[in-house]
């Protein structure tokens, strides 16, 4: 059977398969689904500074709210998927993100609204762990080219977002909210298409390959990795988003140029995704993620040199693309429990984009913005080491997982 998104074949037998082909559609809208509501935060600020009176700080706890809510979320189902079983996992985050986005469009006072962000993040890290365990295991040796699917569909939602809010005017924001809400609720009765159970783990599947590393060391080595890798680059995705508009205009850029390649960035980012597919089934995850890495050093340093600043911030989306996706295969095969090795990298994901705007903040304060390129170069040249390091130190494992 062939996933009528990406080209891309998947089990077709239904007694091993683990979505349907309408459920891997189903997923993919999601995941547009959670990009867009993440995006829809920031440009709804200026419209819910003046419907609640916020000051700037203030306003921005509604994303905070969104993020804690995500990474709540992702820790919370981790703990009971084996319990509850993959559909309840996902029905009730759909469900939740119905919820708090209906409420939060709704919300009369900014705690309500702010409880609201919580709840939809609730469900965003309950979707966003859920998939992407679900899609890291579930397609065999194609899992590689399907997660950069699923993820390609978020930058989809990121970009569209703003796209939308832009399209209604600020002050309608409630309308955009609206829209993810019901569409979270008419992707619940998809969740059928979803095997309940996961299929017994095949040798170099979810539970660890035979041969895994003995010793509780080892493996906290090899999360730890992981975890820094996971961290450092969200950190670096993140701080390219918030900070190249401000670099592009202090290194002589107009506004709107800064604003246009910003948004290629965004672009580039969700292009990469599909682009990476054709290699995912082909090349092993280590030689993605390192070839990755080194693009988004070089790229990183060349955007220090104002005339090819936009262009290089457009070539570091289009490298940092494959290694969310592409490294959690990579962490199933090498790490043993890899289910809740999974949801802590997640997780420790979410807190990396969190935690990157007040920390290269703090770094420009010190070096100016002209600094900006040589701060998001050293944090890629931390997650080159950490992928050369991951990838030594697994490299007796075999390249791809097994079908």
Not at 90 to 104: E, N, P
Not at 105 to 120: E, F, N
Not at 140 to 147: D, H, P, Q, Y
Not at 163 to 179: D, E, K, N, S, T
Request: hydrophobic share 55%; net charge positive.
């Amino acid at each position: 059977m062939t996933d009528p998104i990406a080209g891309v074949r998947v089990p077709a037998r239904p007694d091993t398969a683990l979505f349907t082909r309408t459920a891997v559609a189903a997923s993919c809208a999601g995941f547009v689904l959670i990009g867009a509501l993440q995006s829809l935060f920031g440009p709804a600020l200026p419209a819910l500074r003046e419907e609640f009176g916020l000051s700037p700080s203030a306003a921005g706890l509604g994303l905070s709210a969104h993020f804690a809510g995500g990474v709540t979320g992702v820790l919370a189902f981790n703990r009971v998927h084996g319990r509850v079983g993959n559909r309840v996992l996902l029905g009730s985050s759909y469900a939740l993100m119905a919820l708090g986005s209906i409420a939060f469009a709704l919300a009369p006072v900014w705690p309500a609204a702010l409880a609201a962000a919580l709840v939809a993040g609730l469900g965003f890290g309950g979707l966003d762990y859920g998939l992407n365990q679900l899609f890291a295991t579930g397609f065999g040796r194609r899992s590689t080219a399907m997660l950069n699917v699923l993820n390609a569909h978020f930058g989809i939602g990121a970009v569209a977002g703003p796209a939308l809010i832009g399209l209604l005017g600020p002050g309608r924001y409630p309308v955009a909210f609206l829209a993810c809400g019901v569409l979270a609720a008419a992707l619940v009765p998809f969740v059928k298409g979803v095997r309940d159970r996961d299929p017994a783990a095949p040798a170099g599947g979810a539970a660890g390959p035979p041969g895994a590393p003995p010793g509780t060391g080892r493996t906290l080595l090899l999360l730890g990795a992981f975890v820094l890798l996971y961290v450092v680059h969200v950190g670096v995705e993140a701080g390219v988003g918030g900070w190249e508009p401000t670099h592009l205009e202090t290194v002589g850029y107009g506004a709107a140029t800064a604003a246009s390649a910003t948004s290629v960035y965004w672009l580039m980012l969700t292009a990469g995704r599909f682009l990476v597919v054709p290699l995912a089934v082909r090349m092993p995850e280590p030689v993605i993620v390192a070839v990755s890495c080194t693009g988004m050093l070089l790229c990183t340093g060349a955007a220090a040199v104002p005339g090819l600043a936009p262009y290089a911030y457009a070539g570091v989306g289009l490298f940092i693309a494959p290694v969310f996706p592409t490294g959690l295969p990579w962490l199933h095969r090498t790490v043993p429990t890899a289910r809740r090795a999974a949801a802590y990298v997640i997780a420790a994901s979410m807190v990396g984009g969190v935690a990157a705007g007040p920390a290269l903040g703090r770094a420009i304060e010190l070096a100016g913005v002209r600094a900006v390129p040589v701060v998001l170069c050293a944090m890629t040249a931390v997650c080159l080491l950490a992928t050369a390091w991951l990838a030594r130190a697994t490299r007796h494992r075999p390249a791809r997982p097994c079908e």
